[in-house]
């Protein structure tokens, strides 16, 4: 869990060394949203690619505020109760401050820095809902949502399992996130695709990611990220963060290397978008593993999510459910995998703060904590989260109209285009030719 090692900790002294990592790892972690920004943007269609940016990127600013009023209090308020929230002693960070914090956390960091660290987290999680509703719907509904997903949804099964709550007490380990961030964010984006609909065309229209290059641009600048994002919720400069780096790396070189192997074998050819989607299945998986196993279960893990994953995308086809960018066959699936293989491949040795899993010798209670875990998050993310989408489309509408939707977001939610190419075309031909008109509107609709 973030933090799992230090919630145990006994020494509670500052640490400038500690302090130091854990300001690199927030810098990493709100990174990871520009990324996860382009990593999008890269695989919509060029008419939504404003949208998808400006969705994204407004969760920075949405986030943090609601954060540092009620999100914070919510997940760390009365740490380590067992129960279901924590209390409203942080509100609006009242005594949140360079102290150490509550002796429950065990910091040896300045509490306001493990808030900002937090912060990243509740930044990026809703914003991965945006690949499954990508192309329709409303900025003002989605902005909306996601306020109203962090107070409700996200900061309680953030008390849950990173604040102490019943979670953990029940015993479930969940070293960076993998059901905090990626189960729940992965239940939450099935409940609203349900609510919101299909795209326009979809199952009949070619929709072709429209830039690859960006895709792939965003892949590296999360790979880069998630080492903030696993290896800084040790909470400190030491050895479970050293091994959870490691594991983060083998994991999304495991998880691209099987994906692109399965394409090949199925497909006949591997793809960019392929290597780029295994990568991240790769280090979704080992999230909640990251600081709790060792040797070569990182590349068991990464590989198993390489090829579960890929084979779980065509699940939208068989129910008839539109996760536009994969959200559900990626995090969603690949958190409950690496949150179940977590439960057989615990190692104390690696940190003796966790438990043992099947595979080494600590029997099945760690597995099905796990599984426990799993279903509770996601049971309580989807159906709230469908709550929140049935308000929002009662009360505003959800998703845009068809006009807008084939207009495209970037136009008819935001009033600008992505690219200036029919301009620039018209204006050349302009100088050298002074094309016809007909000329000029055949290149600006390109």
Same mark, same amino acid.
């Given at each position: 869990?973030?933090?799992?090692?230090?919630? $145990?900790?006994?020494?509670?002294?500052?640490?400038? /060394? +500690?302090?130091?990592?854990?300001?690199?790892?927030? &810098?990493?972690?709100?990174?990871?949203? %520009?990324?996860?920004?382009?990593?999008?943007?890269?695989?919509?269609?060029?008419?939504?690619?404003?949208?998808?940016?400006?969705?994204?990127?407004?969760?920075?600013?949405?986030?943090?505020?609601?954060?540092?009023?009620?999100?914070?209090?919510?997940?760390? #308020?009365? %740490?380590?109760?067992? #129960?279901?929230?924590? +209390?409203?002693?942080?509100?609006?960070?009242?005594?949140? #401050?360079?102290?150490?914090?509550?002796?429950?956390?065990?910091?040896?960091? %300045?509490?306001?820095?493990?808030?900002?660290?937090?912060?990243?987290? &509740?930044?990026?999680?809703?914003?991965?809902?945006?690949?499954?509703?990508?192309?329709?719907?409303?900025?003002?509904?989605?902005?909306?949502?996601?306020?109203?997903?962090?107070?409700?949804?996200?900061?309680?099964?953030?008390?849950?399992?990173?604040?102490?709550?019943?979670?953990?007490?029940?015993?479930?380990?969940?070293?960076?996130?993998?059901?905090?961030?990626?189960?729940?964010?992965?239940?939450?984006?099935?409940?609203?695709?349900?609510?919101? #609909?299909?795209?326009?065309?979809?199952? =009949?229209?070619?929709?072709? %990611?429209?830039?690859?290059?960006?895709?792939?641009?965003?892949?590296?600048?999360?790979?880069?990220?998630?080492?903030?994002?696993?290896?800084?919720? !040790?909470?400190?400069?030491?050895?479970?963060?050293?091994?959870?780096?490691? +594991?983060?790396?083998?994991?999304?070189?495991?998880?691209?290397?099987?994906?692109?192997?399965?394409?090949?074998?199925?497909?006949? =050819?591997?793809?960019?978008?392929?290597?780029?989607?295994? &990568?991240?299945? /790769?280090?979704?998986?080992?999230?909640?593993?990251?600081?709790?196993?060792?040797?070569?279960?990182?590349?068991?893990?990464?590989?198993?999510?390489?090829?579960?994953?890929?084979?779980?995308?065509?699940?939208?086809? $068989?129910?008839?459910?539109?996760?536009?960018?994969?959200?559900?066959?990626? =995090?969603?699936?690949?958190?409950?995998?690496?949150?179940?293989?977590?439960?057989?491949?615990?190692?104390? !040795?690696?940190?003796?703060?966790?438990?043992?899993?099947?595979?080494?010798?600590?029997?099945?209670?760690?597995?099905?904590?796990?599984?426990?875990?799993?279903?509770?998050?996601?049971?309580?993310?989807?159906?709230?989260?469908?709550?929140?989408?049935?308000?929002?489309?009662?009360?505003?509408?959800? $998703?845009?109209?068809?006009?807008?939707?084939?207009?495209?977001?970037?136009?008819?939610?935001?009033?600008?285009?992505?690219?200036?190419?029919?301009?620039?075309?018209?204006?050349?031909?302009?100088?050298?030719? =002074?094309?016809?008109?007909?000329?000029?509107?055949?290149?600006?609709?390109?």
């Amino acid at each position: 869990m973030v933090g799992g090692t230090a919630f $145990r900790q006994t020494e509670i002294t500052m640490d400038s /060394g +500690n302090t130091a990592w854990m300001l690199v790892s927030t &810098a990493l972690v709100l990174f990871m949203t %520009p990324g996860l920004a382009f990593f999008y943007a890269g695989m919509v269609r060029s008419k939504n690619v404003l949208g998808m940016l400006m969705q994204n990127f407004s969760a920075m600013g949405l986030m943090a505020v609601l954060w540092a009023l009620v999100g914070f209090t919510i997940a760390f #308020g009365d %740490p380590g109760n067992g #129960g279901l929230l924590g +209390n409203l002693d942080f509100v609006g960070l009242r005594d949140v #401050g360079p102290d150490l914090g509550p002796e429950f956390l065990g910091l040896t960091i %300045p509490f306001v820095l493990f808030c900002a660290y937090q912060m990243t987290f &509740a930044v990026i999680t809703p914003a991965l809902i945006t690949g499954a509703t990508a192309d329709r719907m409303k900025f003002s509904a989605y902005l909306l949502f996601i306020g109203a997903w962090l107070v409700l949804v996200y900061a309680p099964v953030a008390h849950w399992v990173f604040g102490g709550g019943w979670l953990f007490e029940l015993g479930a380990l969940d070293f960076a996130g993998g059901a905090v961030v990626h189960i729940n964010a992965g239940a939450a984006a099935l409940a609203v695709v349900i609510v919101l #609909g299909k795209r326009r065309g979809w199952g =009949h229209d070619a929709m072709p %990611p429209h830039s690859l290059p960006l895709t792939l641009l965003g892949t590296g600048i999360l790979w880069f990220g998630w080492f903030g994002f696993n290896a800084g919720s !040790a909470l400190g400069a030491n050895a479970v963060a050293a091994q959870a780096l490691m +594991n983060t790396f083998l994991a999304a070189s495991a998880g691209m290397l099987t994906w692109i192997l399965t394409e090949r074998l199925r497909d006949g =050819h591997p793809t960019t978008l392929g290597a780029a989607s295994g &990568a991240v299945a /790769g280090l979704v998986a080992i999230t909640p593993c990251a600081g709790f196993v060792g040797g070569l279960a990182p590349i068991a893990i990464g590989g198993a999510a390489g090829v579960v994953c890929l084979l779980a995308i065509s699940l939208k086809n $068989r129910f008839g459910y539109d996760d536009s960018l994969d959200v559900i066959g990626v =995090h969603l699936v690949g958190g409950l995998l690496g949150a179940l293989m977590l439960g057989l491949f615990a190692d104390t !040795a690696v940190n003796e703060l966790g438990y043992d899993g099947l595979l080494f010798g600590g029997g099945a209670e760690l597995l099905a904590d796990q599984a426990v875990a799993s279903a509770a998050t996601f049971a309580y993310s989807f159906v709230v989260s469908l709550l929140i989408a049935k308000v929002i489309d009662l009360v505003i509408g959800l $998703r845009v109209s068809p006009e807008q939707e084939l207009e495209g977001l970037d136009r008819s939610q935001h009033a600008e285009t992505a690219y200036a190419f029919g301009s620039i075309a018209s204006g050349l031909g302009t100088i050298v030719s =002074h094309g016809s008109d007909a000329d000029q509107r055949s290149t600006a609709d390109v």
